[in-house]
């Protein structure tokens, strides 16, 4: 659509970055503006940051964003301990008869070696009402600004290749109806699943809407029936249940006290009645699937919430870029939903920043589409699949007393029959291993359109993985486009041999060399980058026998993909943005070269430009 030219108006502040969304991706956006430098104002239509749990699961990726960002260890000191996320289970009452259990989050005994291979970090249980604040608080120490119960009215922008063009914002003060202007270089939507933003620049959402579900946060003291069997996700499938609550899930907060409960309707076809049960009703409810009423029960809070499968169809315009729910919509299955938030704010935060400083054109921002749209659009196929197969499992134990009934003299029967019943339902629970065992859907965030902000040399090969589980097993590789493999090395200094992962090494904001032994050319073109490009930022290091950092297990050889001479860039999101199969005549030209491709400024541009 063509782009407005701005209105007269008074504008009464200006800023480089206006964010609409105080969320985890509006907030980890501003954040990482922020430790580049740039300062943001955030403005959010509610009162605060998250008043109730909401997303709780951050995954391994997720956690090296946070870990990037100077949090992870703070964040440890609230996040429930994984010990607490080892299963899922499903059961008649939490006080009555279980069907099944699996392994969840990276607990399963066969499975943890692949999780600690994937990254330094842990998964975490971190409810979004705990994490928010710290990043909050973090972004305004580094000179964010958040304006809370504010919302966006309207926006106009001028034209993506204006010089000097502007995004113009009208908010409103929810608490007084003042409304007042801000000028922005660019604008950020990341106001959700309702985006104001993605509504107003008429971009097409694609999918569908399914049935509503009911979230009742509650606290309560489960630990008699949960501790025994510790776990985040705990399913009650009786069949005394009304037809709006027919399955739950209790879902931890904190062990064993507090839970949200998400109650599922029948079927799930969509239906535009709101579910409005009075607080006896839920507790009455809750009762009966926890199958002891002598269990105090306070309710908290409560809230209906639509099962999503929509996906934009783009996420930028002109000045304006989307991330987060605002662009792909989903149920939680799977915890992917803040993730992939946290990763989408990581990759466009970097790209912003370099435009905003002059190191990069504008059309690098041209990229956000391109590679965050097909991981967007996979996040909500795979959660709209998980939710698909924990319905599997209801069809097969029956959602009524008489087909219930049924289901369960069938499992006990030392028959075939009753053998196929116990196949069937297995089959059925591990199939949502996918939802809590997926390490790839995780890590395997590749970024491989040809309009994607990478450089491949001619003749070099990306990897084939055809016999490999790309949602349970990680893709590791260092082809341009790749998550940077996490390996341990250790420092080379006399007397300090501590190991660092590869990811540590890379500089927040900046671009990162691997090279190894004979590699000092690439060294020396970084260092001539730096004095010659006025502080560019860029660093190299070598890893191997008698190099700056020591290759203590030989991990690093076996996945760097180049030899000894080559080199392997890494851009600032920990994604790899160009490798170099050994030595060239030239290496301060070639990197030179690769540098202005990756920021689409030309050689002449880059040069003038310091990047």
């Not at 991330?323 to 299955?333: C, E, K, L, S, Y």
Request: charged fraction near 20%; aromatic fraction near 8%; glycine fraction near 8%.
């Amino acid at each position: 659509m063509a782009t407005p030219r701005l209105t007269a108006a008074s504008v009464t502040m200006d800023t480089p970055v206006l964010i609409i969304g105080a969320g985890p991706s509006g907030a980890t956006a501003a954040l990482l503006l922020a430790q580049m430098g740039l300062k943001s104002i955030v403005i959010s239509k509610h009162s605060g940051t998250a008043n109730t749990p909401r997303a709780h699961i951050f995954n391994q990726r997720a956690m090296e964003v946070l870990r990037s960002a100077g949090l992870e260890e703070q964040l440890k000191g609230i996040a429930c301990p994984a010990e607490d996320m080892q299963h899922t289970s499903w059961v008649n009452q939490l006080a009555g008869q279980e069907y099944g259990r699996i392994y969840a989050w990276g607990n399963n005994p066969s499975q943890k070696g692949d999780y600690e291979r994937a990254s330094p970090c842990q998964m975490s249980d971190l409810p979004q009402s705990l994490l928010e604040p710290v990043l909050v608080e973090r972004a305004t120490q580094l000179g964010a600004e958040f304006r809370f119960s504010t919302e966006l009215v309207r926006f106009e922008q001028d034209a993506q290749q204006v010089a000097g063009g502007r995004v113009r914002a009208t908010l409103k003060e929810r608490t007084t109806g003042r409304t007042y202007n801000v000028d922005a270089q660019y604008l950020i939507g990341a106001d959700g699943a309702r985006s104001a933003v993605i509504e107003q620049l008429r971009i097409p959402v694609v999918g569908r809407q399914h049935n509503s579900a009911f979230n009742v946060h509650i606290r309560a003291d489960l630990s008699r029936y949960i501790a025994p069997r510790p776990g985040s996700l705990n399913w009650v499938l009786n069949v005394d249940a009304p037809d709006w609550s027919v399955a739950g899930n209790f879902r931890m907060v904190r062990p064993w006290n507090e839970f949200v409960v998400s109650m599922h309707p029948a079927t799930q076809r969509h239906t535009d009645a709101v579910v409005s049960p009075t607080e006896d009703t839920i507790r009455e409810r809750l009762w009966q699937m926890i199958g002891d009423r002598s269990v105090p029960i306070e309710i908290l809070s409560t809230f209906t919430w639509t099962i999503n499968e929509q996906v934009a169809q783009r996420w930028q315009e002109g000045r304006v870029l989307c991330i987060g729910d605002a662009a792909h919509r989903h149920p939680p299955i799977n915890g992917l939903g803040s993730n992939t938030c946290i990763s989408d704010a990581f990759n466009l935060a970097w790209k912003l920043a370099y435009v905003l400083k002059g190191w990069a054109a504008p059309s690098l921002l041209d990229t956000l589409t391109p590679e965050r749209k097909p991981i967007g659009d996979a996040v909500v196929r795979r959660a709209n699949d998980g939710m698909a197969a924990h319905r599997r499992i209801w069809e097969i134990l029956g959602q009524d007393p008489a087909s219930r009934q049924a289901a369960e003299e069938t499992l006990r029967l030392a028959t075939a029959e009753g053998a196929r019943k116990r196949n069937n339902l297995r089959d059925a629970f591990l199939a949502t291993e996918d939802e809590v065992q997926a390490l790839g859907i995780q890590m395997n965030q590749v970024y491989s359109s040809d309009r994607a902000a990478v450089v491949v040399e001619p003749g070099d090969i990306p990897p084939v993985f055809d016999d490999l589980n790309p949602i349970r097993e990680v893709k590791v590789s260092t082809f341009p486009g790749y998550h940077l493999p996490h390996v341990w090395v250790a420092s080379n200094k006399p007397g300090r041999c501590e190991r660092v992962s590869t990811l540590d090494l890379c500089i927040p904001g900046g671009f990162t060399l691997f090279t190894g032994i004979g590699g000092e050319a690439w060294v020396r073109a970084t260092e001539d980058m730096i004095m010659k490009l006025g502080g560019a930022p860029i660093r190299a290091y070598t890893i191997g026998f008698g190099c700056e950092y020591m290759d203590c297990y030989w991990d690093w050889e076996r996945v760097r993909g180049v030899g000894d001479t080559g080199a392997v860039l890494v851009r600032p999101d920990h994604f790899v943005a160009w490798r170099c199969q050994g030595a060239v005549p030239d290496a301060f030209g070639k990197l030179c070269d690769v540098m202005a491709s990756l920021l689409k400024g030309g050689e002449a541009q880059v040069s003038q430009s310091h990047l």
